[in-house]
């Protein structure tokens, strides 16, 4: 099994990538992200790979870095998500981005991707909140949840980032000022409380 690829970038199309090794072109398909980052053509690149074989063909996965790698293989574990919506997933989202929108349960953000609608995006976010959980995003960063959050989807935590949203920002932004309110405040913190350190975590974010 091919695990990485060192060599030379010959050719970049919209949806892969030939690498050639020793004068053997090979064939990677890669996320619109990963294409964006690669060096010019003739010069030397290096890719993490993820190899399928299956009865009528072998194809390679490209990733600039093992995370990106590691979240591909995640999302296949997904019924209904293939190679081809696993990389457009990747192509819209890093993998901080996809770990956060996971843990806001922001299905927006999944659904920008091509091929995932409502009830794929559904199924995503309830499939990888547990699977995804500690799973290294290649910054040494990982999903997080406040402590006494488990679930996110309810209680004060849940009522406060909901408040926030209804007051025009995006789940992700709410979901994220929330978490570190709670983890200022601690257990018992009250729906008003967060609501009110949220605001203010989200308009230091503002003047950053």
């Not at 003739?42 to 190899?51: H, K, N, P, Q, Y």
């Not at 194809?59 to 081809?84: C, I, M, N, P």
Request: charged residues 20%; glycine residues 12%; aromatic residues 4%.
């Amino acid at each position: 099994m091919i695990a990485k690829l060192k060599g030379l970038v010959d050719a970049v199309a919209e949806d892969q990538a030939v690498i050639d090794v020793g004068g053997v072109g090979y064939l990677v398909f890669c996320s619109a992200r990963t294409l964006s980052r690669l060096p010019k053509a003739g010069e030397a690149a290096a890719l993490f790979i993820e190899t399928h074989v299956r009865e009528d063909h072998i194809h390679l996965y490209g990733f600039l870095d093992a995370g990106e790698r590691e979240w591909f293989r995640l999302l296949l574990t997904v019924q209904g998500v293939g190679s081809k919506v696993a990389l457009a997933i990747l192509s819209v989202l890093a993998p901080d981005e996809l770990a956060r929108a996971i843990a806001a349960a922001d299905k927006a953000m999944i659904s920008r991707a091509n091929g995932v609608g409502p009830k794929l995006a559904v199924r995503l976010l309830t499939e990888l909140k547990d699977k995804a959980a500690g799973i290294s995003l290649g910054t040494g960063a990982h999903i997080q949840t406040a402590p006494g959050a488990a679930p996110l989807a309810a209680g004060p935590l849940e009522d406060a980032i909901s408040a926030l949203v209804n007051l025009g920002y995006r789940r992700i932004e709410a979901h994220g000022a929330v978490l570190q309110a709670a983890q200022g405040l601690g257990e018992g913190a009250t729906v008003p409380a967060l609501i009110s350190a949220g605001l203010k975590q989200l308009g230091k974010d503002l003047t950053r």
